[in-house]
């Protein structure tokens, strides 16, 4: 049986799906429940990924186009109020936003460049269509930077010292500081930094999930975020894998494929 490829970012939605209003702040928690499934994190995620593997031109209409198609297939999958009127406009315009939905769906663009500038570049355009605020840009650089840093084998040390210096995230803290007093966040600058010290943190894919998703608040996309780059460095486990396949519909796997087809062809 073929080995199943899988995005971290979608595993760490489909796991958090769950505790994103009801959370739990602990590490100790089911990583799957019968209510586990994937939300606008996976479909947004699997929007860019659609993108970079159809349009070698990396358009923004083509990006709107993407986004609009697989978002309105699925309009149920947990959109926000005005992300969810955007997929419905014609002519949908940037409407400022500082909300962490612009870190949660880039993680493809990290895996897809060639160089650091380029994966810089191509997560500006993927925020700048609904997420154009600075600090729901430098949610989406973040992001991606780290998970093309960790894919190119940089420490951890490294991906933190570039992330604090370039974007001026605190990740000097500790998931334990972080979690008592921590609250449903969906702003870049207020979850993306807990989601890069989780990976910081965590020394396997799992422990990295159990971590973002133990901080609380907005569960699904703060493990997204995560999982994302902790999968550049360790590897899925195949039973987590499979699970999370089995979650996905037939034409979500297949964008899934084809992207890894194209990534690693």
């Known amino acids: 049986m073929e080995k199943v490829k899988m995005l971290g970012a979608l595993v760490g939605d489909i796991i958090g799906s769950v505790y994103e209003f009801c959370n739990?702040?602990?590490?100790?928690?089911?990583?799957?429940?019968?209510?586990?499934?994937?939300?606008?994190?996976?479909?947004?995620?699997?929007?860019?990924?659609?993108?970079?593997?159809?349009?070698?031109?990396h358009s923004l209409l083509h990006l709107i186009y993407c986004m609009q198609e697989l978002g309105l297939r699925y309009p149920n999958a947990g959109y926000g109020g005005r992300f969810l009127g955007w997929l419905y406009e014609d002519d949908p315009q940037p409407y400022n936003s500082w909300g962490n939905g612009a870190g949660m769906r880039v993680s493809p663009v990290?895996?897809?460049?060639?160089t650091l500038d380029e994966?810089?570049?191509?997560?500006?355009?993927?925020?700048?269509?609904?997420h154009n605020h600075p600090e729901g840009v430098k949610g989406a650089q973040a992001i991606a930077a780290s998970?093309?840093?960790?894919k190119q084998g940089k420490t951890k040390a490294e991906i933190k010292a570039y992330v604090e210096e370039t974007f001026g995230y605190d990740l000097n803290?500790?998931?334990?500081?972080?979690?008592?007093?921590?609250?449903?966040?969906?702003?870049?600058?207020?979850?993306?930094?807990?989601?890069?010290?989780?990976?910081?943190?965590?020394?396997?894919?799992?422990?990295v999930i159990r971590l973002a998703i133990s901080v609380g608040g907005d569960s699904d996309t703060i493990g997204a975020m995560a999982g994302a780059i902790a999968a550049s460095m360790y590897p899925i486990?195949?039973?987590?894998?499979?699970?999370?396949n089995s979650i996905l519909t037939a034409d979500l796997r297949e964008i899934k494929d084809k992207f890894f087809d194209m990534v690693e062809g």
Not at 110 to 114: I, T
Not at 177 to 182: F, G
Not at 183 to 192: K, N, T
């Open 24 to 57: 739990v702040k602990t590490t100790d928690f089911e990583l799957f429940t019968p209510q586990s499934r994937f939300t606008d994190d996976s479909v947004m995620t699997l929007a860019v990924a659609k993108w970079l593997t159809e349009d070698k031109a």
């Open 110 to 114: 990290g895996l897809y460049a060639k």
């Open 147 to 150: 998970v093309f840093l960790a």
């Open 173 to 207: 803290r500790t998931i334990e500081e972080i979690r008592p007093d921590y609250y449903f966040d969906v702003s870049c600058q207020g979850s993306a930094p807990e989601a890069i010290i989780a990976f910081l943190e965590g020394n396997s894919f799992g422990e």
């Open 237 to 244: 486990p195949e039973e987590i894998a499979e699970r999370c």
């Open 119 to 130: 994966a810089l570049a191509l997560a500006a355009i993927t925020a700048s269509v609904s």
